[in-house]
């Protein structure tokens, strides 16, 4: 089976307090923009829409079925979002975007990623798996859905928060996924 590389480079904006950390980007074909969370079914950017500007359609292009790519970068940049996810290798076992079917042929490097962005208060893994990837990689308990443990990386100590994915597959509705994201916006207030 073929490995795939990560399509995407590390975003980590300077003033960054969060890390976010998926499993690994869906098949480009799946994409509505050349960024992080792009599936247009995916809805990690309706959340923050709806956390910060009370509009889960303040991302979308208008009449379109696509993320506004500038107004998200400009967006991650302004609050402090450094993304990137906990593999920077797959190999996909079915033809799709599930993460149950990603097998990880690569970690990222954490520490590497953490080193460039000192301002780093937390992490928010936003998924099952990722959620696996950092807790068996660093040794820690894995947090409840919504809540946060302690992680140590690099001889730092940071936030390790576990969110519910924000994939349409997971079974919650999206005003229930912004109430447990709206624990994280604290950490955005502070830039």
Not at 35 to 61: E, K, Q, T
Not at 86 to 98: E, G, H, K, M, Y
Not at 154 to 180: C, D, H, I, N, V
């Amino acid at each position: 089976m073929e490995i795939e590389k990560h399509p995407l480079e590390p975003f980590l904006p300077s003033n960054a307090k969060v890390l976010f950390l998926g499993s690994f980007p869906p098949q480009q074909k799946r994409w509505s923009m050349p960024f992080f969370y792009p599936n247009f079914l995916n809805d990690m950017w309706r959340i923050w829409g709806l956390i910060f500007f009370n509009d889960s359609n303040h991302f979308i292009v208008e009449g379109q079925k696509k993320f506004d790519y500038q107004k998200v970068v400009d967006f991650c940049n302004k609050y402090g979002f450094a993304i990137f996810d906990t593999a920077s290798a797959v190999r996909r076992l079915q033809d799709n975007a599930s993460d149950k079917f990603l097998e990880v042929v690569e970690e990222t490097d954490l520490e590497k990623l953490l080193s460039q962005i000192p301002q780093c208060k937390a992490i928010v893994t936003t998924g099952e798996k990722a959620t696996d990837v950092l807790s068996e990689k660093y040794g820690c308990a894995k947090p409840a859905v919504g809540k946060f443990e302690m992680v140590t990386i690099g001889g730092k100590s940071y936030q390790f928060f576990r969110m519910p994915s924000s994939s349409r597959a997971y079974p919650l509705a999206l005003t229930k996924k912004a109430e447990t994201y709206q624990i994280l916006k604290p950490f955005f207030e502070e830039i």
